[in-house]
């Protein structure tokens, strides 16, 4: 039953895209995207033939969905000190509670070749969008995303 459920989603996820202009707003992290910084907030389509990335209305990158080479996905988890910090010059409790709270960044990352155009890039999704979009992504592409956090590097 899960398996017939993820494979409707992953068929209509791709369609809703299509069929709307809505995109998913995503913070573009690093990568090969000629004039774009790290940290500036762009869109992000999934169409049938290609994803398509935007800014301010332009399109910035289209990359074709059978040039996809990898698909993989991470979180950076890291503990609020800033925020208890601060907390606790007001109260000492409440910012030593803080300190023991942690804050999720999920990043998305793609990796293609089309022909002598070879690239990658890292963005950054929303917590309640990034399964929408790798689960869409999966389904175009017909390829597996990797869980980079789940990588172990030996030297």
Known sequence: MKT???V???LMLPGYAIAGENGYKVTYDGG???DTKAGVGIKFFIEGDHVRFTRGGKDIALIPVNSITEISYG???HRRVGTAIGLAVFSLGIGALMLLSKSKKHYVGLTWA???KKGGLVFQADKSEYRG????LEGVTGKKAVDSDAMNVKN
């Open 133 to 136: 979009i790798i689960a869409g």
């Open 32 to 34: 090969s995207i000629a």
């Open 75 to 77: 979180q950076d988890v």
């Open 4 to 6: 017939l459920i993820a």
């Open 114 to 116: 089309d022909g002598e």
């Open 8 to 10: 409707f989603l992953c």
